[in-house]
């Protein structure tokens, strides 16, 4: 208000217009109280997981240590979700095992992108022959259960961790090619890309530096709901033996192990089970909000 | 034309996933034989086995051999068992589709109903329940979920049996479903049986997809209320009953008609754990071992089986569903 609008570029009007975009962006997130619950959970679990070494109550249990003298105790106030077939504190596991479940959203969601991302906006932005290929490989991957095809990757990597994060990331990049066609084929249309076209832009330039920043907002909403899958198939992979092996402290695999001294014992397999939960709902609630947030309908 | 078109379509989506699959399994990991074998195998009896499995052919012969054998019904010999992998396929596939039918069936009876009730009172305290309801759903590991109701209707309450599919002596079978050759060979006994051994399964198997269904129906049924001629209806006082169920619902569960179609591999992908817990004989049970046991044959067969299964159905209910609804098929003829 104070600047004299001597410009021709004057941002007093643009300025205003952008600010309500965003306060009224805000608004909606905070009407929607569920996501903000999703997103303060799921800080929670990265503080959790980052301090796992000073907050756990036993961080020697995270690896092969037995102690014989306290195998399978029910929860009490010293183990307060009791202790697995080594006598180990499952609180301190689950602690530790956070930091595997955000790193498997993490790897599996980075790839995908990396995959999909450039798949769909090439496939999208050359149309033609090279759209129709893409596309296809595309849809021969989509029309493959998720976690079918990703045991069978994993397996084939040989069952480890890692390798059952990267057979996700591999399986999961079609969902992000789709977006990226998708947004790219409307995106095409839009007067600045015509506009840097004409201007002689580089095809490079134009996919990746026009048309891709534009489309952060859906990819962000599906990064965030598609986190919980991945670490729903993650832990899945690791419970049918094709992931993370023992002793890891992973959510699955303390599952698996725990099933076998059921009916019996029911904690070793019930308190991973709710974490995982907690987790996966919070990625899908910040989801929603985020969803709310950029008014995608 | 636009059949053929379509039909030209999966079938080439159906070469892609055999291509994939066959190069996942024999090209990437080395030697399956030997690592089926394990240590102490001389390498003269690796060799035959090798040679007498086709491995030692190139691998374009080796994948041309696989479909001509896969058209004849034959998958390759498992490592696990000493059959053919499209014998044990078949046997088992009726247990799976017994499983899948049963909980696509409960996902559908709750998921439309809790929708429509969803949409209907839009915004209203039974659509937020409903809504928490489905997002809680969609958030639950299956597995786990699979091992706690096993713990506790099973092992606690002793309402239903824990594992398997059959507590009784296996009966000559008629379609290899268990509810359905029990019912036509009028033995309640069997039927109430099978009954109580596919319940929890069934359910367990149910629950994420009911979310899915829960929510697509709502939103179908929200569009389709906002429409003019609901307003219409509205405004000449019809009474709202009618409105919701005899015209916005019909019209919104064409939608939910799409629903079995992505529904299909979501269960099939799950049927893997949750077999797996309850030890129910399906191929996706045969197909989780098979995948710990290193039996690339079997988790070839399986995998495609399964996908052959998901790609085909999506196709028909492609169909079905231009079929039934005429703006669908003549809108997308050319």
């Known amino acids: 208000m104070t600047a004299p609008s001597d410009s021709a570029f004057d941002l007093e009007v643009a300025t205003p217009a952008y600010e309500s975009g965003l306060s009224r962006g805000l608004a909606r997130f905070r009407r929607n109280k569920l996501a903000v619950v999703g997103a303060v959970m799921l800080l929670l679990t990265v503080f959790i997981a980052l301090l796992a070494p000073w907050i756990a109550p036993y961080p020697e249990d995270i690896a092969d240590a037995v102690h014989f003298d306290r195998m399978l105790q029910p929860p009490s106030w010293g183990f307060l979700m009791g202790t697995d077939e080594a006598g180990r504190d499952i609180l301190t596991r689950l602690m530790y095992g956070a930091r595997l479940s955000l790193l498997t959203a993490f790897v599996v969601l980075g790839i995908s992108v990396v995959i999909g991302v450039p798949i769909g906006l090439v496939a999208g932005y050359y149309g033609g022959r090279v759209e129709t290929i893409l596309m296809r490989i595309t849809d021969t991957f989509s029309s493959m259960p998720a976690l079918v095809l990703a045991l069978a990757i994993a397996v084939v990597m040989g069952a480890d961790l890692i390798h059952s994060m990267i057979a996700i990331g591999l399986v999961w990049w079609r969902g992000f090619a789709r977006i990226a066609h998708g947004q790219t084929l409307s995106l095409k249309q839009e007067g600045y890309v015509v506009m840097a076209r004409t201007l002689g832009a580089s095809d490079f330039h134009v996919m990746f530096r026009e048309i891709l920043p534009n489309m952060t907002s859906p990819l962000l909403v599906t990064i965030s709901l598609d986190a919980g899958f991945a670490i729903l198939i993650g832990t899945a992979i690791s419970f049918l033996g094709a992931g993370a092996s023992p002793p890891t402290a992973e959510w699955g695999l303390m599952i698996a192990s725990g099933r076998h001294y059921l009916p019996d014992a029911w904690w070793p397999s019930l308190f991973p089970g709710l974490a995982i939960f907690v987790v996966v709902l919070s990625f899908n609630l910040l989801g929603d909000g985020l969803r709310d947030f950029f008014g995608d309908d | ?334």
């Open chain 2, 1 to 334: 034309m636009r059949f053929l078109k379509r039909l030209s379509h999966m079938l080439l989506v159906l070469v892609g996933v055999s291509i994939l699959m066959f190069t996942l399994v024999r090209v990437i990991p080395g030697d399956p034989v030997a690592a089926a074998l394990g240590d102490g195998v001389s390498r003269e009896e690796i060799a035959r086995i090798r040679q007498q499995m086709g491995l030692d052919r190139s691998i374009p012969v080796q994948y041309v051999h696989y479909i001509g054998g896969i058209l004849n019904g034959h998958f390759g010999m498992s490592l696990t068992e000493p059959k053919d992998v499209g014998e044990i396929i078949a046997e088992r596939l009726p247990a799976t589709l017994e499983l899948v039918t049963v909980a696509m069936l409960v996902a559908i009876a709750f998921g439309v109903p809790f929708g429509v009730i969803s949409a209907v009172n839009r915004n209203g305290a039974t659509d937020h329940v409903s809504r928490m309801v489905s997002l809680f759903g969609v958030s639950f590991p299956q597995f786990w979920v699979a091992l706690m109701l096993q713990l506790w209707l099973g092992a606690w309450l002793l309402l239903v049996p824990i594992t398997g599919r059959s507590g009784l002596p296996p009966a000559e079978p008629i379609t290899g479903f268990l509810l359905l050759d029990s019912l036509l060979k009028l033995d309640l006994a069997a039927f109430g049986d099978a009954l109580r051994h596919i319940l929890v399964p069934a359910l367990v198997l149910a629950v994420g997809p009911l979310a899915n269904v829960t929510r697509l129906v709502r939103a179908s049924m929200i569009d389709e209320l906002g429409k003019p001629y609901i307003a219409l209806n509205r405004a000449v006082g019809m009474p709202s009953f009618l409105i919701n169920y005899k015209y916005a619902l019909r019209n919104a569960s064409l939608s939910a008609l799409t629903v079995v179609g992505f529904l299909f591999p979501l269960m099939l992908g799950s049927a893997f754990v949750v077999e797996k817990v309850f030890v129910w004989p399906g191929i996706a049970r045969f197909g989780a071992d098979a995948i710990i046991a290193n039996d690339f044959n079997a988790v070839v067969g399986v995998a495609l089986v399964v996908c052959v299964f998901v790609v085909v159905i999506n196709f028909l209910v492609d169909e079905l569903y231009g079929w039934i609804d005429p703006r669908i098929r003549l809108s997308a003829e050319p």
